[in-house]
Antibody, heavy 122, light 109 residues
Framework: EVHLVESGGGLVKPGGSLRLSCAAS????????MHWVRQAPGKGLEWVGR??????????DYAAPVKGRFSVSRDDSKNTLYLQMNNLKSEDTAVYYC?????????????WGPGALVTVSS | QSALTQEASVSGTVGQKVTLSCTGN????????VAWVQQVSHGAPKTVMF??SLPSGIPDRFSGSQSGTTASLIISGLQPEDEADYFC???????????FGGGTKLTVL
């Protein structure tokens, strides 16, 4: 059974940094493309970024609002996904979800973690 | 402005059949399978359909269809526990980004 658990959320001041982690189990992590998706209070789901497998160069893609500030990385030896967030803004306040992309269906997000709350406020 | 367009709200009575729609373009729905994501009371999201395939553990009253640049989620025999927000999602080739619809609030009367 796929299991994803985010950690590292919390309160941070504008301009600050935070790193989220996602511990993965129940599947072969090194073969999975992974995404981060966020949800601001009272709003819909918003994609943050994606990382491909190391076999495909670990290529990353980012949403326009976070490009240049956020970085997705992975440690396959620890089955862990990371989201490094720098120069945080109040509009980055959201629950951040770690997700997997289906190995059978391109562009389909199939599993979700419970989420980690990030609050950016002075 | 979301890349994918969904109805803001849909309602139905217990046992009724309801259809939620998601409209995109040739760069997203026209190219790739669509996932439908259920979120109950702002809890953790759960994918209940991708393409026309039902994930393990999802009741078979859920079904999906996709044609051209439109995808649909059909719930046959609506149940009270189906009341939730539903989001559609897929990859967009031209944006090189995962895109989501704005979400449909399904109310079970």
């Amino acid at each position: 059974e796929v299991h994803l658990v985010e950690s590292g959320g919390g309160l941070v001041k504008p301009g600050g940094s935070l790193r989220l982690s996602c511990a993965a189990s129940g599947f072969t992590f090194s073969n999975a493309w992974m995404h981060w998706v966020r949800q601001a209070p009272g709003k819909g789901l918003e994609w943050v970024g994606r990382i491909k497998t190391k076999a495909l160069g670990g290529t990353t893609d980012y949403a326009a609002p976070v490009k240049g500030r956020f970085s997705v990385s992975r440690d396959d030896s620890k089955n862990t996904l990371y989201l490094q967030m720098n120069n945080l803004k109040s509009e980055d306040t959201a629950v951040y979800y770690c997700t997997t992309e289906s190995r059978l269906w391109f562009g389909v997000i199939d599993f979700w973690g419970p989420g980690a709350l990030v609050t950016v406020s002075s | 402005q979301s890349a994918l367009t969904q109805e803001a709200s849909v309602s139905g009575t217990v046992g009724q059949k309801v259809t939620l729609s998601c409209t995109g373009n040739s760069n997203n729905i026209g190219r790739y399978a669509v996932a439908w994501v259920q979120q109950v009371s702002h809890g953790a999201p759960k994918t209940v359909m991708f393409g026309e395939s039902l994930p393990s553990g999802i009741p078979d009253r859920f079904s999906g269809s996709q044609s051209g640049t439109t995808a649909s989620l059909i719930i046959s025999g609506l149940q009270p526990e189906d009341e939730a927000d539903y989001f559609c999602s897929t990859w967009d080739y031209s944006l090189s980004a995962q895109v989501f619809g704005g979400g449909t609030k399904l109310t079970v009367l």
